[in-house]
């Protein structure tokens, strides 16, 4: 098989706008924006079949196309990219800067594309590349009066954004496809209307420029997020504490289980058996067994891997669901207060985080005494993340337990149901979160608990 600039060319925008699709597949900016990239590489993939493949199969007897055929088969690719391309760009253009684009406008270029396929048959376009220059003239005019369009409209939307991380989000995407844009234009339409020869070829350029710029891709990916994906590198260790912790439980569950049934099985018939109200030990023991299946319960959930489902939530909303539901258990007659923004929301997953705040509340409670007081509070203030604050007045963590509180099994607390998971689950949700948990504390000086949730996920 045959290679070359031509075939590499190919691939690697297939990679690349591939790669752009897989970043959210749902969004239709990284849809268009792949059905434009597809049509955009029909320029060198005909220039693969045309010139490299057909001559290939040729040379070794295989069956091939005519030469007409051959021609034919170009001149309809060519087509194709020439009419489509930009249209298409245009439309994925409507959607970043969220232009809710009247039918007009897509009969429009419906219309316009329409004409020059009356004027010039796309079947015939590779002789009109090779001996009309009027014919460069109208289509360069076509497609570079798109190209302005969608240059306009990404750079407008870029200036009036006013929401920071938004703005950086898009500028990125317009960083990242707007040479790629101009090139095409400049070195297929300029070069070939103004009739350049000695630069016919510079067009091959775009397979550097987008090695570049999937490069430039990729480091945005892991920095601050781009089209959807927001990448993090993670050191991993092989046989890692997680899955350790999972082996563990799986084993320290399946025997609690065991032992719970076989108590309330015999709790339930003794009760069953005696036609007295049952006595106080009864209840004991069945609310005993109530609080380990509820333990083995949790255990199951903190040691499991964890699979996000996010989506934009209020944060002050979960924070006071989670408050009310701390309310409910307090016997302390603790002060709670949700000092958090009513306007903010964050993008997460509200199960998982309001499990964090579950833990992070009933830490807190355990930690102050009668009358204590526990204060939730946000930081909007910092460029990359979301802070979010848990306060409370308790007696705090002593300075050598601090590097541990991420340790699985590892708990300052013995007894009572606590198993050293919780804080581990944590700190495990937030990581997964692209973000993470830092702890100040000291003895006699209360804790503070501060989540760090990135702003640049990207949901465009």
């Given at each position: 098989?045959?290679?070359?600039?031509?075939?590499?060319?190919?691939?690697?925008?297939?990679?690349?706008?591939?790669?752009?699709?897989?970043?959210?597949?749902?969004?239709?900016?990284?849809?268009?924006?792949?059905?434009?990239?597809?049509?955009?590489?029909?320029?060198?993939?005909?220039?693969?079949?045309?010139?490299?493949?057909?001559?290939?199969?040729?040379?070794?007897?295989?069956?091939?196309?005519?030469?007409?055929?051959?021609?034919?088969?170009?001149?309809?690719?060519?087509?194709?990219?020439?009419?489509?391309?930009?249209?298409?760009?245009?439309?994925?253009?409507?959607?970043?800067?969220?232009?809710?684009?009247?039918?007009?406008?897509?009969?429009?270029?419906?219309?316009?594309?329409?004409?020059?396929?009356?004027?010039?048959?796309?079947?015939?376009?590779?002789?009109?590349?090779?001996?009309?220059?009027?014919?460069?003239?109208l289509i360069s005019i076509y497609n570079l009066t798109y190209g302005i369009a969608i240059t306009v409209i990404m750079i407008r939307t870029v200036i009036e954004e006013t929401n920071p991380t938004w703005r950086g989000q898009k500028r990125r995407v317009a960083v990242l496809l707007l040479p790629l844009l101009w090139y095409w234009l400049?070195?297929?339409?300029?070069?070939?209307?103004?009739?350049?020869?000695?630069?016919?070829?510079?067009?091959?350029?775009?397979?550097?420029?987008?090695?570049?710029?999937?490069?430039?891709?990729?480091?945005?990916?892991?920095?601050?997020?781009?089209?959807?994906?927001?990448?993090?590198?993670?050191?991993?260790?092989?046989?890692?504490?997680?899955?350790?912790?999972?082996?563990?439980?799986?084993?320290?569950?399946?025997?609690?289980?065991?032992?719970?049934?076989?108590?309330?099985?015999?709790?339930?018939?003794?009760?069953?058996?005696?036609?007295?109200?049952?006595?106080?030990?009864?209840?004991?023991?069945?609310?005993?067994?109530?609080?380990?299946?509820?333990?083995?319960?949790?255990?199951?959930?903190?040691?499991?891997?964890?699979?996000?489902?996010?989506?934009?939530?209020?944060?002050?909303?979960?924070?006071?669901?989670?408050?009310?539901?701390?309310?409910?258990?307090?016997?302390?007659?603790?002060?709670?207060?949700?000092?958090?923004?009513?306007?903010?929301?964050?993008?997460?997953?509200?199960?998982?985080?309001?499990?964090?705040?579950?833990?992070?509340?009933?830490?807190?409670?355990?930690?102050?005494?009668?009358?204590?007081?526990?204060?939730?509070?946000?930081?909007?203030?910092?460029?990359?993340?979301?802070?979010?604050?848990?306060?409370?007045?308790?007696?705090?963590?002593?300075?050598?337990?601090?590097?541990?509180?991420?340790?699985?099994?590892?708990?300052?607390?013995?007894?009572?149901?606590?198993?050293?998971?919780?804080?581990?689950?944590c700190y495990r949700v937030m990581q997964k979160h692209g973000g993470k948990i830092e702890v100040h504390s000291g003895l006699g000086e209360g804790t503070t608990f501060y989540l760090y949730f990135p702003k640049h996920h990207d949901v465009l």
């Amino acid at each position: 098989m045959p290679g070359g600039i031509n075939l590499i060319f190919t691939l690697l925008i297939w990679t690349f706008f591939t790669v752009v699709l897989l970043s959210n597949r749902h969004s239709r900016i990284n849809q268009w924006c792949f059905i434009s990239g597809l049509i955009l590489s029909l320029g060198v993939f005909k220039e693969y079949i045309y010139f490299d493949l057909i001559p290939f199969l040729s040379d070794k007897h295989l069956p091939v196309l005519s030469s007409s055929q051959s021609e034919t088969m170009y001149s309809i690719m060519t087509a194709v990219l020439y009419l489509l391309a930009m249209p298409s760009s245009l439309i994925f253009g409507f959607f970043y800067s969220n232009i809710k684009a009247k039918k007009i406008v897509y009969v429009a270029i419906a219309v316009f594309a329409a004409a020059l396929v009356f004027i010039y048959n796309p079947s015939q376009y590779r002789q009109y590349q090779l001996n009309d220059q009027l014919f460069w003239l109208l289509i360069s005019i076509y497609n570079l009066t798109y190209g302005i369009a969608i240059t306009v409209i990404m750079i407008r939307t870029v200036i009036e954004e006013t929401n920071p991380t938004w703005r950086g989000q898009k500028r990125r995407v317009a960083v990242l496809l707007l040479p790629l844009l101009w090139y095409w234009l400049i070195t297929i339409f300029v070069i070939h209307a103004l009739n350049i020869k000695a630069l016919f070829k510079i067009w091959e350029g775009n397979a550097a420029l987008i090695f570049i710029l999937l490069g430039y891709y990729l480091v945005m990916a892991f920095r601050e997020g781009i089209m959807g994906i927001k990448l993090e590198r993670i050191n991993y260790k092989w046989g890692s504490e997680v899955r350790t912790v999972q082996q563990g439980t799986q084993y320290m569950n399946h025997f609690l289980k065991n032992e719970v049934a076989k108590i309330e099985w015999c709790s339930n018939n003794l009760a069953a058996k005696s036609k007295e109200e049952p006595s106080e030990e009864f209840k004991i023991i069945s609310r005993s067994v109530d609080r380990l299946k509820q333990s083995i319960n949790k255990t199951q959930l903190y040691s499991k891997d964890i699979q996000l489902t996010c989506s934009s939530c209020s944060i002050y909303e979960l924070i006071q669901s989670c408050i009310e539901d701390a309310r409910k258990r307090d016997v302390k007659n603790i002060s709670f207060t949700n000092n958090c923004a009513k306007d903010i929301n964050i993008l997460c997953d509200p199960f998982h985080i309001t499990e964090v705040l579950n833990n992070l509340l009933n830490n807190a409670s355990d930690a102050v005494n009668d009358n204590g007081t526990i204060t939730i509070e946000l930081d909007n203030s910092n460029k990359k993340h979301v802070i979010l604050m848990v306060k409370d007045n308790g007696a705090g963590i002593k300075k050598e337990a601090l590097p541990h509180l991420s340790d699985p099994f590892y708990t300052s607390r013995g007894g009572n149901g606590h198993f050293g998971l919780g804080l581990f689950y944590c700190y495990r949700v937030m990581q997964k979160h692209g973000g993470k948990i830092e702890v100040h504390s000291g003895l006699g000086e209360g804790t503070t608990f501060y989540l760090y949730f990135p702003k640049h996920h990207d949901v465009l």
